[in-house]
């Protein structure tokens, strides 16, 4: 894979481009994954502000003695999800090759240190001539030829999501396959950057109109969704398959389908970063 060049802005207001550190590789080939800010292209929206949040998620990961990679090599994508089963589910169809997934349609994010990886943020690009509701039904948001899809295996909407996803249509990202490692990566907040990272990427690269995504009840009533910084929820969404992929469902914890537009996502941003530089630019 080849790495695209970056167009990103000059930092301001006092950010600067982390310093580079002791090298640490990841335990992946290099071909495979390219470190975050060689990574990223501006292509849409305001680059201060999308530019200043690509430096201030690097800046965040190295602060915690990890790195931050790009890939769209679904099969690396697989090799990381099958090793680590003891703390993660098997990938939704929609994010891997099965399903269509790869270079041009969806990218990864990988965060590492010297060892291995310990977290993931996944996201699929569609270009939705019809509403995200219908996508569902005919099982397209996970396979790109639905023919590929398992008996019996199904994506239903019911409740307030169906009306909220009619709405959904034009350039929209599936974001999802969150992923941190006990005792490595989860508990620290990552899944607040990396939900923020796959948006911005999204729209930066691709121009999307929407980004969604699921959660679960559980983890709403939690605080995980306020992490997590979507502005839309609804109930409900089910994926059904034969094969485990995607959290396991429960009856008593359903998926709530969330959703953002892209000028949400912006003032999103803009309140993320001031919220993250606050506390240093105070004591200074």
């Given at each position: 894979m080849?790495?695209?060049p970056r167009i990103l802005p000059?930092?301001?207001?006092?950010?600067?481009?982390?310093?580079?550190?002791?090298?640490?590789?990841?335990?992946v080939p290099g071909a495979s994954a390219i470190p975050l800010l060689d990574a990223v292209v501006?292509?849409?929206g305001p680059?201060?502000?999308?530019?200043?949040?690509?430096?201030?998620?690097?800046?965040?990961?190295?602060?915690q003695g990890l790195r931050l990679a790009f890939s769209d090599d679904f099969a690396l994508l697989a090799s990381i999800n099958r090793a680590n089963l003891d703390s993660w589910y098997g990938l939704l169809p929609a994010y891997t090759t099965r399903g269509g997934a790869g270079p041009g349609n969806a990218y990864?994010?990988?965060?590492?240190?010297?060892?291995?990886?310990?977290?993931?943020?996944?996201?699929?690009?569609?270009?939705m001539d019809v509403s995200f509701a219908e996508h569902c039904r005919t099982l397209?948001?996970?396979?790109?030829?639905?023919?590929?899809?398992?008996?019996?295996?199904?994506?239903?909407?019911?409740?307030?999501?169906v009306v909220a996803a009619e709405e959904v249509k034009g350039k929209v990202a599936f974001s999802g396959g969150t992923w941190c490692k006990p005792g490595k990566a989860r508990g620290k907040g990552f899944a607040s950057l990396l939900a923020r990272l796959s948006r911005c990427y999204a729209f930066a690269r691709f121009g999307t109109d929407w980004t969604t995504s699921t959660v679960r009840k559980s983890h709403v009533d939690g605080g995980l969704?306020?992490?997590?910084?979507?502005?839309?929820?609804?109930?409900?969404?089910k994926w059904t398959s034969p094969a485990p992929s995607g959290a396991p469902r429960k009856a008593d914890d359903p998926f709530a389908l969330v959703s953002m537009p892209r000028?949400?996502?912006?003032?999103?941003?803009?309140?993320?970063?001031?919220?993250?530089?606050?506390?240093?630019?105070?004591a200074e």
């Open positions: 080849t790495a695209q000059e930092p301001s207001s006092g950010l600067a481009r982390p310093a580079a550190g002791a090298p640490i590789r990841p335990p501006i292509d849409h680059r201060d502000l999308l530019g200043r949040f690509f430096m201030q998620a690097d800046r965040t990961i190295r602060e990864f994010f990988i965060a590492y240190d010297a060892d291995e990886v310990v977290a993931t943020q996944v996201g699929r690009v569609y270009g397209k948001i996970m396979y790109e030829d639905p023919s590929a899809a398992l008996e019996g295996e199904s994506c239903l909407l019911s409740g307030d999501a969704l306020r992490a997590y910084g979507y502005s839309r929820l609804h109930y409900a969404f000028a949400e996502l912006l003032a999103d941003v803009d309140r993320y970063i001031l919220t993250v530089n606050r506390p240093s630019q105070a």
